[in-house]
């Protein structure tokens, strides 16, 4: 088996392990179901001076085999305790090194509104 064949199992594996289900929805209306994503929501520290805010971010990584492009304001439905949720794309997703595997600023889109 070759490095490129191992490495495509690898990270298989890992969104199988670590990815949800999304339905992914682009600006264009193209939907795109069973998309699975890993998603990362870390808190930020920036500083301001001597001052500290603490922010909430969500990164999301998306498999380019499963979503060939990804552009801001395309959206991922995601199911959270029962309940729809809905992810907005932020910023210009980039792709990494290998060409294969997006990551993308993201926001969570208040629906009650």
């Known amino acids: 088996m070759s490095f490129p064949e191992v490495r495509a199992r690898l990270d298989d594996a890992v969104f199988r392990r670590f990815g949800e289900d999304a339905t992914y929805v682009s600006r264009f209306g193209q939907t795109i179901e069973n998309v699975r994503v890993i998603r990362k929501e870390p808190d930020e520290e920036p500083r301001f001076g001597d001052s500290r805010v603490?922010?909430?971010t969500c990164r999301l990584r998306v498999r380019r085999s499963q979503v060939r492009d990804i552009g801001e304001n395309d959206r991922f439905i995601l199911i959270e305790d029962g309940a729809e949720i809905e992810i907005l794309v932020t910023?210009?997703?980039?792709?990494?090194a290998r060409r294969t595997i997006w990551t993308t600023?993201?926001?969570?889109v208040d629906v009650s509104r």
């Open 54 to 56: 603490i922010m909430s």
């Open 91 to 96: 910023g210009d997703p980039m792709l990494n």
């Open 105 to 108: 600023g993201a926001e969570r």
